[in-house]
C-alpha cells in the first residue's frame, strides 16, 4: 500500500506539472526539445512545460455456439474498468505479449506445473503483466453459458478489443475461431517480446519476425495511449541513456524533470507514470502528439519519432506516421483496427490443433 501511495502521488505530481502543455501538431525545429546546451538547471518558470478472416478464423465463428459470448466479455470488463481504469491497457497488453510468443494460443495464461514452465515468469511479464483475474472471471461466466465453447485466446482477443471500445476507442470485426495451446514458452517470450529501452531497427527487427511491418508496429504502438509504466522502464533515459550518466536528449526538458518527481535515481522502481499524460485513461491520438514535442515516455515510443534514439537520427516512414496519425485519428482508428487483426492472425491453432480448456491456467 506504501508503495501505491508514493506511485500515485508522484502520478498527480506529473499531471499537475503537465496539465498547463498545450499540444499542437506543429513540430519543433531538430530534437532537441528545449535543452540547449547543458542539462544541469531547473527550467525557468513558465518554460514549456478491416477485418477479415484468415487461417480459419471468422467473426461469426460463435454466432450459433455462443451467440452471446461478446455481450457477456463486455459486461465483464464494463465492471473491471470501472473499478480500475488502468486495467482496459493491461488486457491490451496481455493480448499483445500471448501473440508475440509462439502465436495468438493463450500461452501466456498458463501457471507453472509439472509439464508448463509458465511464461509469466519470463523478464518481459514477471511482476508486469496484469489482468489474469479479468480473463478468468470472463471465462467463468462464458463456461456457465456455453461449456467448452469459447477459447482463451479467442478470450483474450475479445478482451483486447472490448477494452479499446470501452476507453473510447474503435471496434471492428474480430476473427474468431482460436485454440488454446498445450504448450508454453518461457524462453520465448523472454527472446519475443521487445523491451521499453528498444532501438528502433530493434522494433522492426521483433515486429518482421511476426509477418507485422513499420505501419503495424507504429499503430499498435498507439495503444500505449492508455495505461502506466513503471519507473524501471524507462530510469535509464532520466540518468544513464547512453551509459555516460546523462539522460536521453530526446526527452523535452519539462517533461524530463517532472518524469524525475515520479522516478527517482535510486528506488521508486515501482512507481508509475502514465504513457499517455494528457489522456490517460481515454484512447485516442493524444500518444503520437506528446512524441512529436519528446514526451513519449519510453525509449521505444520516442525512436518512432527520431530512429536512432539519440535526436539526430531519421525514422523514415515511422516518422511520417507518427505525424500523419497525430493530424487524423479516424486515420489511426482504421489503422489501429487493421493492425489489432494482423496481430491476431499471428500463428493461431485452429481445427483440430490445440484445445478449449476449461480453465485458462491449465491444460484440461
Known amino acids: 500500500m506504501a508503495v501505491f501511495k508514493v506511485s500515485f502521488l508522484g502520478l498527480v505530481v506529473v499531471m499537475a506539472l503537465f496539465s498547463a502543455s498545450t499540444l499542437s501538431l506543429a513540430h519543433p525545429a531538430g530534437f532537441n526539445f528545449g535543452w540547449g546546451s547543458g542539462w544541469g538547471s531547473e527550467p525557468s518558470r513558465g518554460h514549456g512545460a478491416p477485418a477479415g478472416g484468415s487461417f480459419g478464423l471468422f467473426p461469426q465463428f460463435y454466432q450459433f455456439s455462443c451467440p452471446q459470448a461478446n455481450d457477456i466479455v463486455i459486461s465483464v470488463l464494463q465492471q473491471a474498468i470501472a473499478r480500475e481504469p488502468r486495467v482496459a491497457a493491461s488486457l491490451l497488453r496481455l493480448h499483445f505479449h500471448d501473440c508475440f510468443v509462439q502465436g495468438c494460443d493463450a500461452s501466456v495464461l ?13 523478464g518481459p511479464n514477471r511482476n508486469s503483466l496484469r489482468g489474469f483475474e479479468v480473463i478468468d472471471e470472463i471465462k467463468a461466466k462464458l463456461e456457465e453459458a ?56 530493434t522494433l522492426l527487427t521483433f515486429f518482421k519476425r511476426q509477418g507485422l511491418d513499420e505501419v503495424d508496429l507504429v499503430a499498435l504502438s498507439g495503444g500505449h495511449t492508455i495505461g502506466v509504466a513503471r519507473c524501471v522502464t524507462f530510469k535509464q533515459r532520466l540518468y544513464n541513456q547512453k551509459g555516460n550518466n546523462q539522460p536521453d536528449e530526446t526527452l523535452e526538458r519539462s517533461y524530463y524533470f517532472g518524469l524525475k518527481s515520479v522516478c527517482p535515481r535510486s528506488g521508486g522502481d515501482n512507481n508509475i507514470s502514465p504513457m499517455d499524460f494528457a489522456s490517460p485513461a481515454k484512447f485516442d491520438n493524444a500518444y503520437f502528439k506528446l512524441i512529436l514535442f519528446g514526451k513519449g515516455l519510453l525509449t521505444s515510443d520516442q525512436v518512432l519519432l527520431t530512429g536512432n534514439g539519440n535526436g539526430i537520427g531519421n525514422a523514415g516512414k515511422t516518422m ?20 489489432m487483426v494482423n496481430m491476431g492472425n499471428i500463428r493461431p491453432l485452429t481445427g483440430s490443433k490445440g484445445e478449449v480448456r476449461n480453465n485458462c491456467r491449465r491444460l484440461n
Open 146 to 201: 456455453c461449456p467448452q465453447t469459447v477459447s482463451c485466446a479467442d478470450i483474450l482477443a475479445l478482451a483486447a478489443r472490448g477494452s479499446i471500445v470501452l476507453s473510447g476507442g474503435p471496434n471492428w470485426d474480430l476473427p474468431l475461431g482460436r485454440r488454446d495451446s498445450r504448450t508454453a514458452s518461457l524462453s520465448g517470450s523472454n527472446s519475443n517480446i521487445p523491451a521499453p529501452n528498444s532501438t528502433l531497427s
Open 110 to 122: 498458463l501457471d507453472d506445473s509439472t509439464t508448463i514452465a509458465s511464461e509469466k515468469r519470463s
Open 320 to 339: 511520417e506516421l507518427v505525424k500523419t496519425y497525430a493530424d487524423d485519428e479516424s486515420l489511426f482508428f482504421q489503422q489501429f483496427a487493421k493492425s
